[in-house]
């Protein structure tokens, strides 16, 4: 009586790897072909942020900072790559089980990419397709990867699995490396960015770069930020897990709603404008106390309140919802869109068409309120509008209606945790207010006494402002140095508070051992 095979159990497991592998490679280049939002990898990671609740997303910005997308796709793969290979566990108990969970993963897929709002008319093709070629793989690997009728020891079942797990590997390889090339070779929006002159300024606000001598802006410390963020340091937070691809021969702004005309703005129609530029700082909501999510720039853009006034703002109205091409929207208080501020529809940065990333071909920056109510990307919609008749895509996940910036100030120079010889030592640091400026930055020693620090030139009340300090007579030990800034009403507050739901607060406080 012969013996029964033992079930291949790591066979499986790759089965659902390789079948997982060509799904998604599959849908990429699909995707790539007809529709690259509706990527499955892309669509299911979208919404996988979308119903990220914000504790989860202040824990990944926290910890991963402007890494975060990429943290959040290489757990993506993880956690896929486990399913898969579960799955392929389950193919190999009952064939039935495997091919439900690809015809499940597609669906999930399908459903996400026809839930965008940047997805168009094919948006279910690639997941449809992807699922033929992955069950199609499980199939074929399934039959492989079971033993035979061939004598034991023949080696013929390794060979024939081997050989299909090969050519399944290198079909997901090749479909993912053609897809890669298919969309740089596709994605004309950089050629166009490149081809692109930013027409000049009508006018020179006072808080652009230009207008002042930028000498004494800067601290000069090993390890200090620059004052003028250069554009591929500035930090990059959004919900944008494929960065919209818009040719500015083809994006429109369209403002609408509580107003007496709607208007529809093109990109030439917004660069022959009167435009005007300005030196703003951005800060995102989630940057904790001392964090790097802040960034200081020049933009050339028109402003916002040119615009509403052509467009006739009614009286009833108190906010405009800006929209993202990828459907993301932002609630800002009118008031702050109509003042005197640089509130801008800006079109560049630091001298350069603003990049992909950032929002190419036309975002929006607004002085003095977190990015989360005003620094939409990609934009192409403002609808104006009231807080009481329309939310934004954070309101109702907890965080604040209106998002003013807090005060804030941090030790750059030295890093927590830094070793100093004893004597003297230089401190450096940088402090916003945005909207209200900085007037007066102290450090603490310890418990000692607040002692003032010495303040750098500054452009205006939109930009942040470096600050330098000398500890004259440090002693070995370990020490504790905190900073606090005025701006121009009161002094930062002492209460500590997390990002949500309205940005964080506290004193920054580092660690520095001298000896």
């Not at 995707?31 to 299911?44: C, E």
């Not at 250069?230 to 040719?247: C, E, G, K, W």
């Not at 309120?369 to 954070?394: H, I, P, Q």
Request: net charge negative.
């Amino acid at each position: 009586m012969s013996e029964k095979k033992p079930r291949p159990t790591r066979r499986f497991a790759l089965v659902g790897l390789l079948a997982g592998a060509l799904f998604f490679a599959v849908g990429w280049l699909l995707a790539v072909l007809l529709d690259p939002p509706a990527a499955p990898h892309a669509a299911l990671g979208a919404t996988v942020v979308d119903l990220t609740p914000p504790w989860l997303k202040d824990f990944a910005v926290e910890t991963f900072g402007t890494n975060d997308k990429v943290a959040l796709f290489v757990v993506m793969g993880i956690v896929s790559s486990g399913l898969a290979a579960l799955a392929g566990l389950l193919a190999g108990r009952r064939r039935g089980l495997g091919v439900g969970a690809v015809l499940a993963l597609a669906a999930l897929c399908a459903l996400a990419a026809a839930g965008r709002p940047d997805t168009g008319t094919y948006a279910i093709v690639p997941a449809v397709v992807a699922a033929a070629a992955g069950i199609g793989a499980l199939e074929l690997l399934l039959r492989r990867a079971r033993p035979s009728d061939a004598p034991a020891g023949s080696g013929t079942d390794r060979r024939r699995f081997v050989g299909a797990a090969v050519g399944i590997g290198a079909g997901a390889a090749i479909a993912a490396g053609v897809g890669s090339i298919v969309a740089r070779t596709r994605t004309s929006v950089e050629s166009a960015r490149a081809d692109l002159a930013l027409p000049e300024p009508t006018e020179t606000a006072s808080s652009a770069a230009d207008e002042l001598d930028l000498t004494g802006t800067q601290v000069e410390l090993d390890g200090m930020p620059e004052y003028v963020t250069p554009n591929d340091n500035f930090y990059r937070i959004d919900t944008a897990l494929s960065v919209p691809q818009i040719d500015p021969s083809e994006w429109q702004l369209r403002v609408h709603g509580l107003v007496d005309q709607e208007i529809t703005l093109s990109y030439d129609e917004l660069a022959d404008a009167a435009l005007t530029e300005a030196m703003v700082t951005l800060t995102c909501v989630s940057n904790p106390i001392g964090g790097s999510l802040a960034g200081n720039a020049t933009w050339l853009g028109l402003p916002i309140r040119d615009i509403l006034a052509r467009a006739g703002v009614q009286d009833s109205a108190d906010m405009v919802l800006s929209r993202s091409a990828d459907g993301w929207t932002a609630g800002t208080p009118l008031e702050a869109l109509t003042d005197d501020r640089d509130s801008l529809l800006a079109i560049g940065m630091n001298g350069e068409p603003l990049p992909v990333e950032h929002g190419f071909p036309v975002r929006m920056v607004v002085p003095g309120l977190y990015g989360y109510v005003s620094a939409t990307k990609w934009v192409t919609e403002l609808k104006v509008t009231r807080f009481a008749d329309d939310e934004a895509y954070w309101t109702p996940r907890g965080w604040s209606e209106r998002g003013p910036v807090k005060t804030a100030s941090r030790v750059d120079v030295p890093q927590s945790g830094a070793t100093v010889a004893a004597g003297e030592v230089r401190l450096g640091g940088t402090a916003w207010a945005q909207h209200r400026g900085i007037t007066r930055v102290q450090v603490q020693i310890d418990d000692g006494q607040w002692q003032d620090a010495e303040l750098a030139s500054t452009v205006s009340t939109d930009t942040w402002r470096q600050w330098s300090f000398t500890w004259a007579d440090a002693s070995p030990g370990r020490h504790a140095v905190r900073c606090r800034a005025w701006d121009d009403e009161d002094v930062q507050t002492a209460e500590t508070a997390a990002p949500a739901p309205n940005g964080a607060s506290g004193y920054h406080v580092i660690s520095l051992e001298v000896e």
